[in-house]
């Protein structure tokens, strides 16, 4: 009931491609999700993140799309580039009791010059 | 500057020896986390607290133990009991505010192994 399913486990993606990357959830109690960028030895930081009551968000390059009755979110990274590459990993909680998140197991991303 | 500081970054201990692993954070935030991340696998929570003085054990606790005597530390102790202990920990935190559109932020990490 808890569980995040990300995919795919690894992304090589030429420069100025479009990566995606997909996650599903499966508790229909989870109201937050928020995706985060993990560079090698260093600690995730929060890319984007999104609420249902909306179906995509936009920040620069990066988008969220949401679709609640599929229970699916996606990352889309525009015109990627070598220093995307990272590993990101979804997540997914229950806001109203507390922030405690169940993560998606990664995916590795390559941006290929 | 705000934010968390882990440290060592690096640390090594021989089997049989408990180490404590060190989370500081000055974003005033009441919830704290422990993760434990091998390599092409996703973080697994550890322990988590909300308040001080109070913790609850995560999905792999076992083998570890914490202590939230204040706001700004969450200190982890890896004990002799864990029994694979060789991983990269994380400590995050968070505000507890249901509204808010933030989430946790994490530390840099301590990798740990065991020799």
């Known amino acids: 009931q808890q569980q995040v399913k990300q995919s795919p486990q690894s992304l090589i993606v030429q420069k100025g491609g479009i990566s995606i990357i997909n996650c599903a959830y499966e508790?229909?109690?989870?109201?937050?999700f928020p995706w985060y960028q993990q560079f090698p030895g260093k600690g995730p930081a929060l890319l984007i993140a999104?609420?249902?009551?909306?179906s995509e968000k936009k920040e620069g390059r990066f988008t969220i799309s949401f679709n609640k009755s599929a229970k699916q979110f996606s990352l889309h990274i525009m015109d990627s580039q070598p220093g995307d590459s990272a590993t990101y990993f979804c997540?997914?909680?229950?806001?109203?009791?507390?922030?405690?998140?169940?993560f998606g197991t990664g995916t590795r991303l390559a941006v290929r010059p | 500057d705000g934010g968390i500081t882990q440290s060592p970054k690096y640390l090594f201990r021989k089997e049989g020896q408990n180490v404590t692993l060190s989370c500081e954070q000055n974003?005033?935030?009441?919830?704290m986390y422990w993760y434990r991340q091998d390599p092409g696998q996703g973080l697994r929570l550890i322990y988590y607290?909300?308040?001080?003085?109070?913790?609850q054990k995560g999905d792999i606790a076992e083998g570890y133990s914490v202590s939230r005597e204040k706001k700004e530390s969450f200190p982890l102790t890896v004990t002799s009991a864990q029994k694979n202990p060789t991983a990269f920990y994380l400590c995050?935190?968070?505000?507890?505010?249901?509204?808010?559109?933030?989430?946790?932020?994490f530390g840099p990490g301590t990798r740990l192994t065991v020799l």
């Open positions: 995050a935190s968070s505000t507890r505010d249901i509204t808010s559109t933030d989430t946790q932020y």
């Open positions: 508790n229909t109690a989870f109201d937050y």
């Open positions: 999104i609420r249902p009551d909306v």
């Open positions: 997540a997914a909680s229950k806001k109203s009791s507390g922030d405690k998140l169940t």
């Open positions: 974003l005033n935030h009441d919830a």
């Open positions: 607290s909300q308040i001080v003085n109070d913790f």
